[in-house]
């Protein structure tokens, strides 16, 4: 994992921020993630050592202008912003498929023998300090887009692998205004966490919006961007 046999790892680096504006917010510099860092407090007036992270974020939606996407950016955008790394996987664009149950994982010197671009994630969920899944409700479920992801994370315990620790947040979204449609994606991944160690450090789960743009009503993205926030503060 990051930092190990001794060495300095990308997670074990402080960051600084490059600028601070005049109304005390950072400026943030894109792939820049590697310089030191502090974060401003406006409140304080006091500038905090940030340790900056790697965060994984991994999407479920086909609908590239879509309620979740949007989401996506705000929480992006702000993690950013706060000096952390961020590699984004789309599941919806990537070639990924279902877990064929064989336990042959990391037998063949990739995370699973069946060689789709699951393998380009996994070595990035194993790396990272926190992950974080963005999706839509799909009939009451979790989507397959994403599902496929999720599935097949269970090649790390067939194998041993330790992937205890990480943060791990989760931003959803359904088209009906009852709250309780999105247990359906809450209830299995907060299990699953559960059951991979992960320490869940919060949820954004808006209901009521169906077409694209609908977002912008309610307030998905600033709890997206607050999310970005708390991981930072965990």
Known sequence: ????????????????????????????MRGQGLQPKFRYDPKTKIKQEVRAMNIVVITGSPRKQGNSFAMT??????????GHTVRRF???????????????????GKA???????????????????????????WYSIPAQIKGVIDRIYSFCVAGKDISGKKFGLIACC??????????????????????KWDLVGEVLIPGVLNEGEIDKTDGCRQAEELALKLTNA
């Open 112 to 138: 699973c023998s069946f060689d789709d671009d699951f393998n380009l994630i996994a070595p990035a969920i194993q790396e990272a300090d926190a992950v974080v899944y963005t999706l839509p409700v799909y």
């Open 175 to 196: 088209e009906e205004n009852d709250p309780s449609v999105l247990d359906g994606v809450r209830i299995p991944l907060e299990r699953s966490t559960a059951l991979l």
């Open 73 to 82: 950016k705000a929480f992006i955008d702000k993690a950013e912003a706060c």
């Open 1 to 28: 994992g990051p930092g190990a046999g001794g060495k300095l790892g990308r997670s074990d680096r402080l960051y600084r921020l490059p600028a601070v504006a005049e109304d005390g917010r950072p400026v943030a």
């Open 90 to 108: 789309d599941a919806a664009f990537m070639h990924i498929g279902g877990c064929h149950a064989c336990q042959t994982c990391f037998k063949t």
